[in-house]
C-alpha cells in the first residue's frame, strides 16, 4: 500500500494521471494478450479495423465527455449520428449537393441536436436522461422521414468520395491524425479555457458558480453543442468506414462511447473530466470489440461486456468519492 | 440522579485540516439534563455525531448501558434508544404530523397504511407529553416551535433512553422555549438522559444540572450547574480568547452616502415589504431569529431568487437585478450561510475559486492566463492569511475558515462595493473567527459596506453599526447601535410570532 501511495505520489505520475497509467497499461496487456491468443492479431488488418471503430467512437466519446463534465447525460449521441450521417449522405446522394457542403451539413445536424439537448437541459431545466432519450427518437425518426426509410451509402474514393482521405490515404491512417489532434484541441478547451473551467466548474457545483454572477445556463448549454459538432464529425467517420448507413439504428454506440468516457475517469456526477482518459478508454473499447471478434464470439457479447464495464466504472467513482468524504 | 447511562471516552476525530476533537470525554446520567457548551466550532455537534455514528471516530470508546457500543448511522443509535433533535427540523412538509412521527416504521393495516391508528398513536404521544397539537395537521402548516415538538414527539416514540437537543431553542420564542422546558422537566421525571446543547447562557442554568464545556475540540471541564457561576461557565468557555465588547458607537458618519437603497422589496411569504439603506463603509447587521426572512431577502436582492415586486438602487442609480449576473455588474458580492452549497467548487483549487467571479480579467486571448490566476490567488491568501501549502490546493482538503476566506477573496478579487455575509462565521473556530471579524472591520474601513446577517447576539453587537431586524418575512425595526440593547433585539424579533 505504502509503494502505491509512494508512486501516486511522485510528480511526473502525478502530471499524467496516475489512473490513466494504469489504464494505459491495462490497453497494452489486453493488446498482447490477444496477439498471443489470436493468429496474426497483430498484423495490420486488424489493427486498420480497430481504428475504423476507433474514429467514429472517439469522436462520440470526446462528445458526451463535456456533457458528462456537467453532471449531465446524452444518450441520443449514437442515433444523432446516424441521423448525420444519413441526412447529409441523402443530399449528397440524391439531392445533388456537393460533398463540401454536405459534410458541413453533417456537422450543422449534429450542432442543432446539441443545441436543442443544451436548449432543453440548460434552460427548461429538463432532466438530461428525458431530453435525451426524447431526441434520440426525434434523430431517428428525421432521419428516416428525410430519407424515406432508405439506406444510403456514401460514394467510393474512387466515385468522387475524396471525403475518405480524411479516414486513410492508401494505407495510410489519416483518422488518428485527425482524432489525436481533436482530443487535444478539447483537452485545451476543457483545461485552458473559460468555457472549460466553467462546464467543469458548473458540474462541480452548479449553484456557487451561479451564484459568482456566472451565466451558468449559456455555459451548460455549450458543453451540449460542442458535443453536438463531435457528433457530427463522428458520423463522417462513420460512414468514411462502413459506407452506409441504415434510418433507426445508433442507439448501441451510445453505450460505448459513454463507457470509454467513464473508464478514462470522467465522473458521472459531473466536475471531473479527462480527456486523455477517454481516448485510452476508446482505444480499449475498440480493442475489445476487435478482440472479441477475433476470437470467434458475437458481437452480443461486447454489448454484455461494455455494459458492464459502465457499471463498474461508474461503481469505481461512486466509491472513490465516498472515500474522499 | 441515576447511574450513568451513556459515556464517552477519549474521542478523537480529524478532518482535513482540523483536529475537530482532541481526546473528548463525556457522560450522561438518568434523569439528569447535561449541557454542552461551547463556541461555534468547539466540537459539540461533532462529538453527537460521533455519538450517533454519523461520523466514525478515530479512536476512543462509547459505553451505553455497560457496554461498548460502535453506532453506524443514526438509525442504530435510534433503535439502541439515543436519538437526536437536531437543530435544523427533518421533517416531510407535506406529510401529515403523525406521518411524519412515524415515518419509516408506519402501522399497516395488510398492504395499507393504517393513517387512524398512526393518528390514534401520535395523539397518545402527545397527550404524555401534554403538548397541544392536531396529528392530523399538515406539518408544513405549524410553526417552527410546534415541529420542534413534534421532532421531539419522534424522538420519544423510538423508546429513546438518551436524547440531544442540538440549540433546540434557537428559532424559538419566549412562551415556546417556556413549552419546551416544561417537557424537558417531564422527560427528567421520568428518568431519561438528555444532553443539551446550547450556548444561552441563561437557559443553562434555568434547565440544567451538569455544564460540560468545550473549547477548540478540547474538552475543558465538567461543572455542576448549581455550585458554579456564569462567569465560571464563561471563563471556561471563552478561554484564551479575549473578547472585543459590544460597539458603543457608529463609526460611519451621519453624511455618509447611501450606496445601496432597497425599497419596498417583495418575494415570497419570507420577504415582505422590506426597504432600507446601507451606507458606505458601513456594517449592517440583519438580526432575527432563525427563519426570519434575512437568507431570502439578501437572495432576492442579489437576484438569487426571483423577486415579485420591489426597487433597488445602487449609488443611487436604479439597478435592475434578475440574476447574480446583473448583481456581480454592480458590485454587489453574497458570501452564502452555507460555503458548501453556494460558496465553494469543492474539486477546484484556491486559485480557480478565487478567480470564478472575475475569470473575464484572467484571460489572454481565448486562453486562461493560469500564471497570473496564481500570482492573485497568492496575494490573497497571504494577505486574508489563508492557511494553506499552495494555491493549487483543492478548496475541499481546507477547514471552514479557510474556505470562508476563500470565498472572501473571490468577492475581493471582482472588487465587489457591497458584500453580503451570510452567517459569515458560522461552522468556523473560535481563532478563524476573530480574523474574519477583523477582516470585516477592515473592509469596512477601506470604504466597502457590509450587509451581516447573523443569528448570534454577540457578534451582531460587536460588529454592526447599525441593525435591521426582521421577523416571519418582515422587517420589523432598525436599531442604531447606540440604542441596542439585547433586549430591544429580542422584542423586535418576535414582534408578529404569538
Not at chain 2, 484572467?362 to 492566463?369: A, E, H, L, P, S
Request: net charge neutral; with cysteine.
Amino acid at each position: 500500500m505504502d509503494l502505491i501511495k509512494k508512486i501516486k505520489e511522485n510528480p511526473i505520475i502525478k502530471k499524467l494521471g496516475f489512473n490513466r497509467i494504469v489504464l494505459a497499461c491495462v490497453l497494452v496487456l489486453m493488446y498482447l494478450i490477444l496477439s498471443l491468443m489470436v493468429d496474426n492479431f497483430a498484423g495490420m488488418p486488424r489493427i486498420m479495423s480497430a481504428l475504423n471503430y476507433v474514429y467514429f467512437l472517439g469522436f462520440l466519446s470526446l462528445g458526451v465527455t463535456f456533457v458528462i463534465a456537467t453532471g449531465g447525460i446524452d444518450f441520443s449521441i449514437g442515433p444523432v449520428m446516424f441521423c448525420c450521417a444519413l441526412v447529409s449522405g441523402y443530399s449528397l446522394t440524391s439531392l445533388g449537393v456537393p460533398m463540401l457542403p454536405s459534410l458541413i451539413l453533417s456537422l450543422i445536424v449534429g450542432l442543432l441536436f446539441g443545441m436543442m439537448n443544451g436548449y432543453l437541459v440548460a434552460y427548461w431545466k429538463v432532466p438530461p436522461f428525458i431530453v435525451s432519450m426524447a431526441s434520440m427518437n426525434i434523430a431517428k425518426g428525421v432521419a428516416s422521414v428525410f430519407t424515406k426509410t432508405q439506406s444510403v451509402s456514401w460514394p467510393q474514393a474512387a466515385k468522387g468520395g475524396w471525403f475518405r482521405s480524411l479516414v486513410k490515404v492508401g494505407k495510410f491512417p489519416v483518422g488518428i491524425i485527425v482524432f489525436l489532434v481533436v482530443a487535444a484541441i478539447c483537452s485545451i478547451i476543457l483545461n485552458h479555457t473559460k468555457a472549460g473551467r466553467y462546464i467543469l466548474s458548473l458540474g462541480s457545483n452548479r449553484e456557487a458558480v451561479r451564484l459568482s454572477g456566472v451565466d451558468t445556463k449559456k455555459w451548460e448549454m455549450l458543453a451540449y453543442a460542442i458535443c453536438g459538432v463531435l457528433v457530427g464529425i463522428a458520423a463522417i467517420y462513420f460512414v468514411g468506414a462502413y459506407t452506409t448507413v441504415q434510418p433507426g439504428y445508433g442507439d448501441q454506440y451510445n453505450n460505448e462511447a459513454i463507457a470509454g468516457c467513464v473508464m478514462g475517469g470522467t465522473s458521472m456526477a459531473g466536475g471531473l473530466a479527462s480527456i486523455g482518459g477517454t481516448v485510452i478508454g476508446v482505444f480499449i473499447i475498440a480493442l475489445l470489440q476487435e478482440g472479441i471478434l477475433a476470437l470467434g464470439f458475437t458481437k452480443d457479447y461486447q454489448l454484455i461486456i461494455t455494459g458492464l464495464i459502465v457499471i463498474v466504472a461508474v461503481y469505481a467513482d461512486v466509491m472513490a468519492r465516498r472515500r474522499k468524504n | 440522579m441515576g447511574e450513568v447511562i451513556l459515556q464517552m471516552i477519549d474521542i478523537d476525530k480529524r478532518f482535513p485540516g482540523v483536529h475537530a476533537l482532541n481526546k473528548v470525554s463525556f457522560d450522561v446520567k438518568r434523569g439528569e439534563v447535561h449541557a454542552l457548551m461551547g463556541e461555534n466550532g468547539a466540537g459539540k455537534s461533532t462529538l453527537m455525531k460521533v455519538l450517533t455514528g454519523i461520523y466514525t471516530k478515530d479512536s476512543g470508546s462509547i459505553v451505553f448501558e455497560g457496554k461498548e457500543v460502535e453506532f453506524h448511522g443514526a438509525r442504530e443509535a435510534q433503535d439502541a434508544g439515543v436519538v437526536i433533535v437536531h437543530q435544523e427540523l427533518n421533517m416531510v412538509g407535506h406529510l401529515t404530523v403523525a406521518q411524519n412521527i412515524f415515518i419509516g416504521r408506519e402501522f399497516k393495516k395488510g398492504i395499507r397504511i393504517d393513517d387512524k391508528k398512526m393518528n390514534e398513536e401520535a395523539a397518545k404521544l402527545f397527550e404524555k407529553l401534554n403538548i397541544n397539537i392536531d396529528p392530523t395537521a399538515t406539518m408544513s402548516d405549524l410553526t417552527v416551535g410546534k415541529q420542534q415538538m413534534c421532532e421531539i414527539a419522534k424522538a420519544i416514540s423510538h423508546d429513546a433512553k438518551v436524547i440531544i437537543f442540538d440549540e433546540p431553542t434557537a428559532a424559538l420564542t419566549e412562551s415556546e422555549i417556556e413549552d419546551l422546558f416544561k417537557i424537558i422537566r417531564d422527560l427528567r421525571k421520568q428518568q431519561m438522559a438528555i444532553v443539551y446543547i446550547s450556548h444561552r447562557m441563561d437557559e443553562i442554568k434555568v434547565i440544567t444540572d451538569r455544564v460540560t464545556v468545550m473549547r477548540d475540540g478540547c474538552y475543558v471541564g465538567t461543572l455542576v450547574t448549581e455550585e458554579s457561576t456564569k462567569d465560571d461557565i464563561i471563563n471556561m468557555m471563552v478561554g484564551r480568547i479575549i473578547y472585543e465588547e459590544p460597539k458603543t458607537k457608529s463609526r460611519v458618519p451621519d453624511d455618509a452616502p447611501v450606496v445601496l437603497r432597497v425599497d419596498h422589496l417583495n418575494a415570497g411569504r419570507m420577504v415582505q415589504d422590506v426597504s432600507f439603506e446601507l451606507r458606505k463603509g458601513e456594517i449592517l447587521g440583519f438580526s432575527g431569529l432563525m427563519g426570519a426572512g434575512r437568507t431570502e431577502t439578501a437572495r432576492a436582492i442579489f437576484g438569487a431568487d426571483p423577486k415579485e415586486s420591489g426597487e433597488i438602487f445602487v449609488n443611487g442609480k436604479k439597478t435592475v437585478i434578475n440574476s447574480p449576473e446583473d448583481a456581480v455588474k454592480a458590485g454587489i458580492g453574497y458570501l452564502s450561510e452555507d460555503r458548501k452549497r453556494f460558496g465553494i467548487v469543492v474539486q477546484k483549487t484556491i486559485a480557480e475559486n478565487t478567480t470564478m467571479a472575475d475569470l473575464g480579467n484572467y484571460m489572454k486571448g481565448i486562453f486562461i492566463d493560469k500564471k497570473k490566476e496564481k500570482k492573485v490567488a497568492k496575494e490573497f491568501v497571504d494577505s486574508l492569511s489563508t492557511k494553506t501549502p499552495s494555491v493549487d490546493q483543492l478548496v475541499v482538503n481546507l477547514s471552514g475558515g479557510n474556505q470562508q476566506k476563500v470565498v472572501i477573496a473571490k468577492w475581493l478579487c471582482k472588487n465587489c462595493d457591497i458584500l453580503i455575509f451570510d452567517e459569515p462565521t458560522r461552522g468556523i473556530d473560535v481563532g478563524a473567527k476573530n480574523e474574519i471579524y477583523k477582516l470585516m472591520n477592515k473592509l469596512a474601513a477601506e470604504g466597502k459596506s457590509i450587509i451581516m446577517i447573523s443569528s448570534e447576539m454577540t457578534e451582531i453587537l460587536r460588529m454592526s453599526d447599525r441593525i435591521v431586524v426582521m421577523c416571519e418575512g418582515k422587517k420589523t425595526g432598525e436599531l442604531r447601535i447606540e440604542d441596542t440593547t439585547q433586549e430591544k433585539i429580542m422584542n423586535l424579533a418576535t414582534r408578529d410570532i404569538n
